[in-house]
């Protein structure tokens, strides 16, 4: 399922990978997938979140993540990236101040 893109398709498309604590992807998916599409939809970007354990590819398990983080690979133009990856924080943060028990973070 590929969205179309109203202005230059492909150009400056860029992957940003990040690292999200296993418990938090529950939080930032939501039920059914809510979450996670609705921050796919208003970055209009690709979100892809790995198995535990899952290294980039093209990395040759290279270190990265452990088993208790996820990697989230996040492919569109570089404002687009920003905002999902800001969005994805946004969602995990409260969640990851329960977790630290109320820490001002």
């Known amino acids: 399922q590929q969205q179309q893109q109203q202005h230059n398709p492909q150009a400056q498309l860029q992957t940003q990978q990040i690292y999200i604590p296993n418990d938090l992807v529950g939080c930032i ?3 059914g997938g809510s979450k996670i599409n609705e921050i ?9 979140i790995m198995e535990p354990g899952a290294t980039a590819p093209g990395m040759n398990g290279a270190p990265g ?17 920003q905002m999902a990856v800001q969005l994805l924080y946004h969602v995990s943060a409260p969640a990851l101040k329960k977790k630290l028990g109320g820490l001002n973070i």
């Not at 796919?40 to 892809?48: C, V």
């Open 29 to 31: 998916i939501g039920k």
């Open 65 to 81: 993540g452990s088993e208790n983080e996820r990697l989230v690979i996040i492919t569109g133009q570089p404002q687009n990236i």
């Open 40 to 48: 796919r939809h208003m970055s209009a970007s690709q979100i892809k």
